[in-house]
């Protein structure tokens, strides 16, 4: 059972920064594209940053010159620093390992647990 294990979350002023890391254990890290999402209460979840095999990035526009998405392959984990974080900002955030179809047809597909992430005004 794979397993993504997410942590850095936590309370915030506005203006200040987090760190956000996911570990994935137990997947061939290299064969998936790596993605931050996050759901605020009543919203939809959303991306806000994704980063392929290999390194291209993408950011959701309200992110963008704020947050970095990194991966380190040799440790099976994604990172994502958090600057200038303003209340919208607030929302759990989701890890996700995938989507990958191998040739053998199987679907490797992982999200994490989540971890909140709230800025204070």
């Known amino acids: 059972q794979v397993q993504l294990v997410e942590s850095g979350g936590g309370l915030v002023q506005a203006g200040g920064s987090l760190r956000l890391s996911c570990a994935a254990p137990?997947?061939?890290?290299?064969?998936?594209?790596m993605a931050w999402y996050r759901q605020a209460p009543g919203k939809q979840r959303e991306l806000v940053a994704g980063i392929s095999t290999g390194g291209s990035t993408n950011y959701l526009d309200s992110v963008k010159g704020r947050f970095t998405i990194s991966r380190d392959n040799g440790k099976n984990t994604v990172y994502l620093p958090m600057n200038s974080l303003k209340p919208e900002d607030t929302a759990v955030y989701y890890c996700?390992?995938?989507?990958?179809?191998?040739?053998?047809?199987?679907?490797?597909?992982?999200w994490g647990q989540g971890t909140q992430v709230t800025v204070s005004s």
């Open positions: 996700r390992a995938g989507p990958v179809t191998y040739e053998s047809g199987r679907r490797s597909d992982y």
């Open positions: 137990g997947i061939i890290f290299t064969f998936h594209p």
